[in-house]
């Protein structure tokens, strides 16, 4: 089974940024693809950003590109989503995810429903 734990999130100004971490156990990562997504109120769940298993391959929003950059380190079982420019539009409760492949890792981050494995979730807003 496996465990996620993000964290990092927080109350930050138009502009700000911040750096979420997820924090993984009970299984080997090498073979996962992680995935950060959000939920607004109101709003369905919606991928933000997705990498592979090698970090060779990563699938954004249209809405977060050139602004979020997700990255791994599996030797420390964390995958994290460094965050700039941050807009009012992002404020919402982010969740990491993990599933083995069965799609593209743009495929997968368009489709939350894959993902078994969930954190509880870190709770970003962006306020002036």
């Known amino acids: 089974q496996l465990q996620l734990v993000e964290s990092g999130g927080g109350l930050v100004q138009p502009g700000g940024s911040l750096r979420l971490s997820c924090a993984a156990s009970?299984?080997?990562?090498?073979?996962?693809?992680f995935g950060w997504f959000r939920q607004a109120p109101g709003q369905e769940r919606e991928g933000v950003s997705c990498?592979?298993?090698?970090?060779?391959?990563?699938g954004y929003a249209d809405s977060v590109k050139g602004r979020f950059t997700i990255s791994r380190d599996n030797a420390k079982n964390t995958v994290y989503l460094q965050m700039n420019s941050l807009k009012p539009e992002d404020t919402a409760v982010y969740y990491c995810?993990?599933?083995?492949?069965?799609?593209?890792?743009?495929?997968?981050?368009?489709?939350?429903?894959?993902?078994?494995?969930w954190g509880q979730g870190t709770q970003v807003t962006v306020s002036s």
């Open positions: 009970g299984l080997s990562l090498d073979y996962y693809i």
């Open positions: 990498i592979s298993s090698s970090s060779g391959s990563t």
């Open positions: 995810a993990a599933e083995l492949p069965i799609a593209t890792v743009q495929g997968m981050c368009d489709a939350p429903r894959i993902f078994r494995s």
